[in-house]
C-alpha cells in the first residue's frame, strides 16, 4: 500500500520559517519525481517545487523562488519542503506528490498558515 504523509505544517507569522516533510514508504522512491503543490481556499491546486528521482532537476513556483528549497533523501524515502520569509498568502494546505510514467501517488496534506 502507497502512503504518502506530510508533517510540519502549522501556524507561523509573516516572515517565519517552516520545515515540511513527506515520508513515502510502499513505492521504489528513488525512481519517482517528486513535488510539493498547495490549494488555498476557493483555488485551484498549484504546483509549488518539484524535483527529479535524483536532485537533479529541480523548479519552483513563481511565487516561492528565493524563498522555499525542495529537496530529498532517497534513502530515508522523504522530501521536504524548506519555508522561509513566508507570507499570509503561503497559507494554504500543502501536499506531496509522486509521479513515475502513469503513476501518481498523494498524500493527504497538512495545514500552513501564516498569520500574526
Known amino acids: 500500500q502507497v502512503q504518502l504523509v506530510e508533517s510540519g505544517g502549522g501556524l507561523v507569522q509573516p516572515g517565519g520559517s517552516l520545515r515540511l516533510s513527506c515520508a513515502a514508504s510502499?513505492?521504489?522512491?528513488?525512481?519517482?519525481?517528486m513535488s510539493w503543490y498547495r490549494q488555498a481556499p476557493g483555488k485551484e491546486r498549484e504546483v509549488v517545487a518539484s524535483?527529479?528521482?535524483?536532485?537533479?532537476?529541480?523548479n519552483y513556483a513563481d511565487s516561492v523562488k528565493g524563498r522555499f528549497t525542495i529537496s530529498r533523501d532517497n534513502a530515508k524515502t522523504s522530501v521536504y519542503l524548506q519555508m522561509n520569509s513566508l507570507k499570509p498568502e503561503d497559507t494554504a494546505v500543502y501536499y506531496c506528490?509522486?509521479?513515475?510514467?502513469?503513476?501518481?501517488?498523494w498524500g493527504q496534506g497538512t495545514q500552513v498558515t501564516v498569520s500574526s
Open positions: 506528490r509522486a509521479d513515475r510514467s502513469e503513476d501518481r501517488y
Open positions: 524535483i527529479s528521482s535524483f536532485g537533479v532537476r529541480i
Open positions: 510502499g513505492i521504489t522512491f528513488s525512481t519517482y519525481a
